[in-house]
């Protein structure tokens, strides 16, 4: 490919083609006047009721006036010349733009930002910007412009190209389109006698408009646009702006990319018949009411009046693989409310899920689509795998639990398709179910924002019956998939449990900080909500900001750490001003607790306690002010804190510790080379918490994304101690070991409690390395073929073998709060409180604890870390036991002083977790989320203080869905049920 071709995405065989249009679009636009501009700069944007009047100085085109990220208001007057009707106003911003009327108005968006898939625009440089009113004879409009950088990097300067009027000639315009549209299907098609007929056309034509002869240059190809389409095969089109929430651009200007990207979508309504423009992220619709009203007065009117097409139900395009399952149901329960509340939506209006970018989907997420109103599944991303070719783009898929959605995947394999006759063509010939005659078209700029321009509206409009294509037509996702429904899907395939994605699995771990505070901002929020419903306050007002302010953190860069540095650093500061606001109305929270009557003659201070809001039992040591404690509560409910006896049975030496139940002996390089229980067994293969560092080299291009395989046959470094000391604190034994190199600092605290068979260790790194990875790596005796990773609501079940392509493609894999295995003797768990990244192969579980990237934040990871991993041994079959010291590791005991409260909720079965308890959305009552944590059928008992007068089951949106007897739930296999407590009114 030439670099002229890559520059402009014309991927055509015959370069000839962009000389002869380029030639072409020299006669379309004749410049009838200059128009004079001035530019006001700052660092970030300014309002444009803000805007300095005396802060504009003049500026001349071709000239650079900023970096990357930096801001400017562009002021462009000027005069019609006299005789000129209509003309046509010109802009060349060498960037993005929001362009105002004098008064305020939004008018139109103007981009020149270069999209890898591109067809030459028309007007070259410069865009027309519609609305400009021009009949005064006078021209003043304002634009709000930017710089954002060159494809995927933050490279070059903002520069002016310049304003002017101009004429539009109609017929060269047409033209234009008409040659540019048969052209790359002329390159596209396997027909290769419908080539050459086309071939001859465009020569005729260009032979044509060489004489000057436009009319006959249209002529020649008017018989090759008019021959009808002979395909049974429809593409359903839909308009798309794909905009990511943060990435390679601040949150400031996703906001600034939405108003551009929704303007263009509205402004094409009137001038494109039929055209339909679909959005999918309530957040961005929240950020134009607040910033744009009139702009969302629009917004308004096209979703009325069917044009607008509101797709998906989550608040953001969330990533599935780390965030909670509570977080999951949020997203659908904080989204659905504001499209149902903003524009009047029902039920049947939003069915459909849309998540295109997601970096793989949870093995639970079918049965959250279902119980929160969705039966759709949209996205394109497995088309990425690296390893294997996913086998279908329509297929039914269901979930751990047995629920099933209805997938599409749209078989160009892209959510910003430039629309033309390659794409349609590649689509048709990758799509396995194409006997079903039907699929999605996705077209226009994305990743971005921007959706469909001049170029997608002229180019599609010329293919919706078109000889050597399918058909096109515009339609609605949600229309597409209704039409699916009605044909014969019996024969489709079916796909259980996770839709792994076969690369970037480097986001399970970079941006080790995000990951970590978003767990403990999961955690507080949960805290707050089941302390507001044990007290009878609704928290709905006060938390749902916080929700909001989460689930944004959870969009597929954000949380993934796929970003750049300042998104990276906000996200941070926003989880920290997450867990401060709602730790501050959980202080209040629980000076409303009951607390114990003191005698009238005690003045001591209030006796610390402790509370326990997890819905499993807890018996554990606790350190407090007073020195250690033990903590016996019961779920949900405060803790009985009595002063601990002397430990015994506590014995160490320079490379053994034992409680007496479990009796570890270290190696030279700090790993337990061996574990023995107190039945003699041993739980060591070959070492068990070895820390390791890998060269983890730079992917081009996606670095913060993708770890290179291949570091898998490169031997590792294992870090060496450099200090070590052992000492009895308490009813624990804590091993304080330390290991440096050049770039790295390691202080580890291996603790054995007394009574306890769960090691943990307490770790601090200083990290400042660069494209390695920090692991720890654990290799136990009791390993079967398969390990059990914790999920949201649930686990999943991945082989431990290697023996097929998609296996060997799943080396790292995601695990939530525990990853376990066993055989038939025995079993090994592997705790942490914030990692998520695991390797599962041979014998081998490996904890991926840091990373060192350089793209797109070449910063990521570096500094200090805190973080917690254990693990446990377990009998055969004892997982309940794996999932209580998950939540124990990841929920530690509350502080409270001097709070008496019984058990306010708790199962009678132990693999029946009560996951939430929070105030419901409408009316006075309480949820209790619950689900089936070991995947077997049960019946439970809910036993509950929470004051009630009846008690419902509902889905996850909280809608009824019948009677609900607590004596006796059913559950199937990871079944999650939503019950809600419905006070006397």
Known sequence: MGLATFLFGFRVKQPRDYLRLRRIRRGIHTTVGRLHAEISRS??????????????????PGTAWGAVFECAWLRVTGEVPPGVQDPVVLLGIGGEGLVYSPGGEVLDSVSTVF????????????????????????????????????????????VYRGARLATRNAEVYSLYYDYLTLSVLADSTDDQALATELRAALDSAWNRFRARDVAGARAALAPALAAESTSEFTYSAIGHGHLDMAWLWPLRETRRKAARTYAR?????????????????????????????????????????????????FWVETDTNLPGGEALARQAMVGRRFLQEEFGLDDADLRLCWLPDTFGYSGNLPQILKKSGMDWFMTIKLAWNKVTVFPYRTFRWSGIDGSEVLVHMAPEGDYNSRGAADGLLTGLRQYPEKALDTALLIFGSGDGGGG??????????????????????????????????????????????????????????TQAKIKKGNRLAERTLHNAEALAA???????????????????????????????????????????????????YIGGLLERLPRARASQSDSSPAEV???????????????????????????????????????????FTADSMSNGILSLRFGETGEIVSCVDASGIEHSADGLSRIVLHRDPYVFPFNAWDIDQGYLQRTPRILSLRHLETVIDGPTIARRQAYRSAKVTISQTVVLEAGSDVVRFDTRVEWHEKHHMLRADFRPVHVGDSALCEIQFGHLERVMTENTDV????????????????????????????????????????????????YPDPTADRGRHSFSYAFTPFAHGDLAKVVREGYRLNNPLLATSGTVLPSVASTTDPGVIIETIKPAEDGDGVVLRMYESLGRGTTTSLRTSLPHAAATETDLLERPVGT??????????????TILLERAS
């Open 452 to 509: 469909p321009g001049e170029i997608h509206h002229e180019v599609t409009a010329r293919e919706r019956n078109l000889r050597g294509l399918p058909r096109v037509e515009y339609s609605t996702a949600g229309d597409f998939f209704r039409r699916l429904e009605k044909r014969d899907l019996s024969q489709l395939h079916s796909h259980r449990g996770e839709l792994y994605l076969e690369t970037h699995q480097g986001t399970y771990t």
């Open 265 to 313: 979508a509205l402004n094409a309504f009137d001038t494109r018949a039929g055209y339909i423009y679909g959005t999918s992220q309530p957040q961005q619709l929240y950020w134009i009411k607040q910033q744009h009203p009139a702009l969302f007065e629009r917004i308004k009117a096209a979703v009325a009046d069917g044009r607008m097409e509101l797709q998906g139900s």
């Open 807 to 854: 296996e060997t493609a799943q080396f790292e894999v995601v695990a939530h709060k525990w990853i376990a295995t066993e055989n038939e003797t025995g079993g090994f768990a592997l705790l942490n409180d914030s990692k998520y990244g695991h390797r599962a192969k041979q014998g081998l579980i490996s904890l991926n604890l840091l990373r060192a990237p350089t």
């Open 609 to 651: 306690g402790a509370l326990n809001l997890t819905g499993l039992p807890r018996d554990e040591y606790l350190k407090t002010d007073a020195g250690w404690m033990r903590a016996t509560a019961e779920p949900y409910a405060s803790a009985v804190l009595a002063p601990t006896a002397p430990a015994t049975g506590l014995v």
């Open 115 to 158: 999209q890898q898939g591109d067809l030459p625009h028309s007007a070259g440089r410069f865009r027309p910007v519609s609305g400009v009113d021009t009949s005064t004879g006078r021209v003043e409009f304002y634009a709000d412009v930017t710089y954002n950088g060159f494809i995927l990097y933050l490279i070059g300067r903002a």
């Open 534 to 584: 044990i007290v009878g306050e609704s928290s709905r007002a006060v938390l749902e900001p916080h929700w909001r302010d989460l689930l944004l953190g959870h969009f597929h860069d954000i949380l993934p750490g796929s970003t750049i540095e300042r998104v990276a650093r906000e996200a941070r500061e926003s989880l920290d001003h997450v867990r401060l606001e709602v730790d501050g």
């Open 43 to 60: 660092p970030e944007p300014v309002p444009f009721a803000d805007i300095d009047p005396s802060s504009f100085r003049p500026i001349r």
């Open 964 to 977: 609900a007897d607590l004596d006796r739930l059913e559950f199937m296999p990871f079944e999650i049920k």
